[in-house]
Structure formats: structure tokens, C-alpha cells
């Protein structure tokens, strides 16, 4: 059975960090692309960030860029998303994904297994 599971969420300060962790079971990491999803209350949910399957590309919302940075570590068979710098607006459940063999797509419909999400919480 495939799964995701997201942990690492919490209460932040504004200017704190976080990072993110997704570990999977049931499928191997080093087949799978990896997206990073988040809704914010009352929001839709949007893409974050990605990394191929093959690690070697990756992609981040603007909103993100350069204080975000995602990475696999297929020994360990978790991917991570370490956030730098958090704001206000970064609120929200995050989620990560997984698509079997694919490159990297901030999309939604792209990924077919999903984990259950942790909530982040930037506020003073």
C-alpha cells in the first residue's frame, strides 16, 4: 500500500524556519517525483515546490523562491521541504505528493498519492 506521511508542521515566528518531512512506504522514492502542496484557510489549494524523480530538476511557486528548498533522500526513502525566512502568508496545511517515474509539475492532477498534511502556522 502507498503512503505519505507529512510531519514536521508547527507554530512559527515570523523570520523562523521549518523544514518538512514526507516519508514514504510502500513505493520508492527513487521512482517518484515529489510535489509539495499547500492550502491556505479558505484558499485553494497551489503548488509549492517539486523535484523529479531523478532528483535533478526541481521548481518553486514565486512566492517561494529563495527562501524554500526541496530535496530526496532516497536512503532514507523521505523527501524534505526546508523553509527559510516564513511569513504570514505561508500558513497552511502542506501536503506532499508523489507520481510514479515523473518529472517536476506543480500540479495538481499530476500526482496520484497524497499524505494527509501537517499544518504550518507563521504568526507572532
Known amino acids: 500500500q502507498l503512503q505519505l506521511v507529512e510531519s514536521g508542521g508547527g507554530l512559527v515566528q515570523p523570520g523562523g524556519s521549518l523544514t518538512l518531512s514526507c516519508a514514504a512506504s510502500g513505493l520508492t522514492l527513487d521512482y517518484y517525483a515529489i510535489g509539495w502542496f499547500r492550502q491556505a484557510p479558505g484558499k485553494e489549494r497551489e503548488g509549492v515546490s517539486c523535484?523529479?524523480?531523478?532528483?535533478?530538476?526541481?521548481d518553486y511557486a514565486d512566492a517561494v523562491k529563495g527562501r524554500f528548498a526541496i530535496l530526496k533522500n532516497t536512503a532514507r526513502n523521505t523527501a524534505y521541504l526546508a523553509m527559510n525566512n516564513l511569513e504570514p502568508e505561508d500558513t497552511g496545511i502542506y501536503f506532499c505528493a508523489a507520481r510514479p517515474f515523473g518529472q517536476c509539475v506543480l500540479s495538481e492532477d499530476a500526482f496520484v498519492t497524497w499524505g494527509q498534511g501537517t499544518q504550518v502556522t507563521v504568526s507572532s
Open positions: 523535484v523529479s524523480s531523478s532528483g535533478g530538476n526541481t
